[in-house]
């Protein structure tokens, strides 16, 4: 049943990918046939007019019209098309609620490695200690997906187009490796790879080369210019880069206190995930059917756990709350069988579906102080009816000694 939800969402909007995708490339048509048409209607969008018949033409007029005549005629531009960025914001806020389905879904906290968790619970995803290198690389490169959506890529320079792709590539990388650390092929990975495909390849395309002569008298800066105003040339010369770069941003990022490998140690300084490298400490099994039991899972200067127990045969942290919680119900059962009966069904029927979701250990300890006032009520009943009261609650959830238990064989 954990599954449901993230089922159901995989199946609402992955087969919708391609819809979006076809979304996209049809209004780009449809745009560009509209400049096409506008064009058309209006020529001056293109080429001067000369005077009408009957007008005179001034000396400077003349003097200018000469001078257009003999200069070449540069190559028409046109009109920038509208970018459908709706369906980017679209895909991110989609892409944000998959993310919280699978957080919930695979039962994920932010705790790293080296804390003991409860139950299924797993560790963080990315190592606490590499948060500023992993976000600020996932945040470059998410800026330069939504600045290269805006912008057409005529209005910047071919060096500008290569460093964007560079990062868009980049951000497809970090991408595929958080889902091969999920371990989940989600979603958000299909949407984001193949609209920044799609963006990349609309902006080659829409590229004009600079006609104008220009010539350098350096043969490299020569050379330089004409490779970057090939925008098939693009591509392959962003995966150059790519490395470059990413050592620039790490230099500065270690002047922050980062390491140079807190993007190799931000996935492998975990565990429970793909490329984990470290051991975890085992889990402590919390029955999450009894509040009392929660919260005993809470922070350690506020419950106060005293020693492991064992309860229908697993343990569980035990602390003086549990104890005597579960000694009071014990002289219930044993006084009143007929109303433990009655409250054992109603807070099995009713408790139980607000206690499984208390995971969060702040939780833990507000039900705690929460439970406070009964303990003590507990507590006082336990002395009223019974003779030896510490010693009922010193004795619970200890593992009972077997009938065939010969000490002379132990010792």
């Known amino acids: 049943m954990k599954i449901l939800p993230y089922g159901l969402t995989v199946a609402l909007f992955v087969p919708n990918i391609f819809v979006i995708i076809y979304g996209i490339g049809r209004w780009s048509s449809i745009q560009f046939k509209e400049a096409e048409e506008e064009a058309l209607k209006d020529p001056d969008l293109f080429e001067e007019r000369g005077p009408k018949k009957g007008e005179e033409i001034s000396e400077d007029d003349a003097f200018l019209t000469k001078e257009k005549q003999e200069s070449p005629s540069p190559k028409p531009v046109k009109k920038k098309k509208q970018q459908p960025t709706i369906v980017l914001w679209f895909g991110l806020f989609g892409c944000f609620l998959e993310a919280i389905f699978i957080f919930v879904v695979k039962d994920m906290t932010f705790y790293d490695w080296s804390e003991s968790l409860i139950n299924s619970q797993k560790h963080a995803l990315i190592w606490s200690g590499a948060y500023p290198t992993f976000f600020t690389l996932a945040a470059l490169t998410l800026l330069v997906l939504i600045i290269y959506s805006y912008r057409d890529a005529n209005s910047l320079s071919p060096l500008a187009n290569v460093f964007c792709i560079s990062g868009i590539l980049g951000g497809v990388v970090l991408l595929l490796v958080f889902d091969n650390q999920l371990q989940v092929a989600s979603f958000h990975t299909f949407f984001l790879l193949i609209y920044s495909i799609h963006l990349l390849w609309v902006r080659i395309r829409e590229w004009q080369e600079d006609r104008t002569e220009i010539s350098y008298e350096n043969r490299l800066l020569q050379w330089l210019h004409q490779l970057l105003n090939k925008s098939r040339n693009w591509p392959w010369l962003a995966v150059l880069i790519a490395l470059p770069t990413l050592a620039l941003v790490v230099l500065v990022l270690m002047l922050f206190g980062q390491q140079p490998d807190s993007m190799i140690k931000a996935w492998t300084n975990t565990a429970d995930w793909a490329f984990s490298q470290k051991i975890p400490p085992q889990n402590l099994i919390i029955d999450e059917h009894y509040l009392c039991t929660v919260a005993a899972g ?61 995971k969060k250990k702040w939780a833990m300890d507000v039900i705690y102080y929460l439970m406070k006032p009964l303990e003590w009520i507990f507590l006082l009943v336990l002395y009223l ?23 002379r064989k132990v010792s």
């Open 385 to 407: 009816v019974d003779r030896k009261p510490e010693n009922r609650i010193a004795m619970q959830y200890i593992k009972p000694i077997p009938e065939d238990f010969d000490p």
């Open 298 to 358: 809470g922070h350690e200067n506020v419950v106060k756990p005293q020693r492991m127990g064992i309860r229908h045969g697993h343990p569980v942290v035990v602390n003086r709350q549990l104890c005597i919680a579960n000694a009071f119900e014990q002289v219930l059962e044993e006084k009143t069988p007929r109303f433990h009966r009655f409250l054992r069904r109603n807070y099995d029927h009713y408790g139980y579906p607000f206690a499984k979701h208390i």
